[in-house]
Each structure stands twice: as structure tokens, then as C-alpha cells.
């Protein structure tokens, strides 16, 4: 982690103007030198190799894409196409499938509890901290060939675009239009490349703002939630396509978290 910290205060360093001009950017920097992520990263070593479940097995086995057990790597390759299950899945979806099937656990009793709070992560989260940190440095290159990859992309950027709900909103209502921003947050436009590389490289992250650790599918859930939308389900396949879309968007970043956001 130490690297990362590291780069990102020389980033800023050849970004004087920048950290000026921005008290967010200033903000950032401070947070960086003193995020727990090492903390979360050394609590999923501890969630993977843990025996448990009726099979009592820890997730040693789990394989992520790059073979059984292998995580170097295995992050920046999703999501993509498992043959297995014949279905494109992202980190937290087949982590839930091998809870289901190496440790013989039910979905109910694996996605109880995926978000975590200030107090108590989630096994989940600590887990996405864990396996995501060994591909740090990696570019991020989710599945793009395969017939169901292709289909995941499309249908991700659908709904990206979908107006629904309440509100009629939807993601670019948000995240479609240059300089927009709800108070101090802004709001980046996510379907344009140079835009989503720097941010979805950075997911999972530490959240300072109430100092949790949160995945990509608690970002999913929370955006939805500002659009007065139902939550959406675990691991389904609308979640997992809308993914696959911000990560091909973001594709060829080199992979920089687990990260801090605000
Ligand atoms: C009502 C406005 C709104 C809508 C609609 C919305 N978002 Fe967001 N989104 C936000 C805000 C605000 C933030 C930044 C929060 C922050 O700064 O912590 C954000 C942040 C994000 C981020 C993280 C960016 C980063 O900094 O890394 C992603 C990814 C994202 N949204 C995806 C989506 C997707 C996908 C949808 C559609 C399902 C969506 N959002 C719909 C308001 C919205």
C-alpha cells in the first residue's frame, strides 16, 4: 500500500495548480496518508483462508478467471466470462458462487450481511480489498471477446442510459453531462473513457467520508438509491453487465486500489 500512497502524493506533487485550485484535491491528499486500507487487505487474507460453511473449506480454492486460487491478476481481468456457470460474473458475484459451491453455503445465508459498516466490515468487503490488491499496477482488462461479454457490455450500457423510476432518472442524468456536481461531489461522466479510467481503476475503496470500506456493488446500490430506484439484487445480471460497461469503458488503466474516495 505503501506505493500507492506514495504515487498518488507524486502525482500531486507535479499537480500544484490542481491541488490549489481544488480544497477536494487538498482533502485527498491529507485522507491518502492516513487510510486504513492495509487493515481491510489483512482481514480478507484472514475471510479467504478461513474453513467455513457446511463443507467447512475456505476460499483457497476459488477460482477467479486465472485458475483455482490464483489472485495475481484476477481482479483487472473482471468481469468476464466463467464457462462454469455460463454466465459473465464480476468479483463479488463469484465470490458468492464459490461460497456457494466450495463451502456448500446458501445465497441467503452468503449475502446476509455484504455491507458492512464503520464498526464491522463485511466479509465481502474485506475480501474485494484482499483479492483486488494483488492486482495492483495491473491494467484493467475485463472480458471483451466472448459472445456473452459482448451481450453484458451492451445491456450495461443500456441501462447506464435507461430512464426509470420516480424521478425518471437515469446514470447519465447524473454522470452524463460535463461539470455538474451535488454539493462538493462532482460528477464524473462515466461512459467517456478518459473520464472513467482514473475512477473505476480505483474500486474498491476506503470511504473517509464514513470510514468504510466499500465495493463496487455497494457504489451500484447507492446510485440507485439516489435515483429513488428499488435496491437492485446481488449479483444479478443487470448489476453485473452495468459493471462490465464502466470497466471496458475504463479498460487498459493501470489498476491503483484498493483506493481512498471521499
Ligand atoms: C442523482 C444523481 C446520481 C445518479 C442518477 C447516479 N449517480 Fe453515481 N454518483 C453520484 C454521486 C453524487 C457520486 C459521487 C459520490 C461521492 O463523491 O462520493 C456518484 C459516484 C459514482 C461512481 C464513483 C465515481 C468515483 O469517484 O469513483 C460511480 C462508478 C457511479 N456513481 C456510477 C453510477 C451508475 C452506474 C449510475 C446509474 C445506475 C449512477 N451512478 C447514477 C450521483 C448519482
Not at 28 to 43: C, D, G, I, N
Not at 100 to 111: F, I, N, P, V
Not at 152 to 172: I, N, T
Not at 188 to 198: E, F, G, H, N, S
Request: net charge positive.
Amino acid at each position: 500500500m505503501r506505493t500507492v500512497i506514495g504515487s498518488a502524493a507524486l502525482a500531486l506533487a507535479f499537480a500544484p495548480a490542481l491541488a490549489q485550485q481544488s480544497p477536494y484535491a487538498e482533502y485527498q491528499r491529507m485522507a491518502r496518508e492516513s487510510a486504513p486500507v492495509e487493515l481491510f487487505e489483512l482481514a480478507g487474507e484472514e475471510a479467504w483462508k478461513k474453513k467455513q460453511g457446511p463443507k467447512n473449506v475456505s476460499l483457497e480454492q476459488c477460482d477467479l478467471g486465472q485458475g483455482p486460487g490464483v489472485l495475481k491478476g484476477a481482479y483487472a481481468s473482471l468481469p468476464r466470462y466463467f464457462k462454469d456457470t455460463d454466465r459473465v460474473m464480476d468479483l463479488e458475484t463469484r465470490l458468492l458462487h464459490c461460497m456457494m459451491t466450495l463451502q456448500g453455503r446458501s445465497r441467503e445465508e452468503a449475502t446476509k450481511r455484504v455491507f458492512g459498516n464503520a464498526d464491522n466490515a463485511s466479509e465481502m468487503e474485506v475480501l474485494s480489498a484482499y483479492i483486488a490488491g494483488h492486482s495492483h499496477g495491473m491494467p484493467m482488462r475485463p472480458g471483451t471477446s466472448h459472445a456473452k461479454e459482448k451481450a453484458a457490455y451492451q445491456l450495461g450500457q443500456k441501462l447506464f442510459f435507461h430512464r426509470a423510476g420516480s424521478w425518471d432518472f437515469s446514470c447519465a442524468s447524473c454522470h452524463g453531462e460535463e461539470d455538474k456536481r451535488i454539493r462538493m461531489s462532482g460528477l464524473p461522466v462515466l461512459y467517456k473513457p478518459q473520464v472513467a479510467r482514473p475512477l473505476i481503476a480505483t474500486w474498491p475503496a476506503y470511504r473517509v467520508s464514513n470510514s468504510q470500506f466499500k465495493t463496487m456493488q455497494w457504489r451500484m446500490n447507492d446510485c440507485y438509491r439516489q435515483m429513488r430506484m428499488p435496491e437492485p439484487m446481488f449479483g444479478s445480471e443487470a448489476m453485473v453487465s452495468l459493471v462490465h460497461f464502466l470497466t471496458v469503458t475504463a479498460q487498459g488503466e493501470p489498476y491503483r486500489g484498493p483506493a481512498i474516495k471521499r
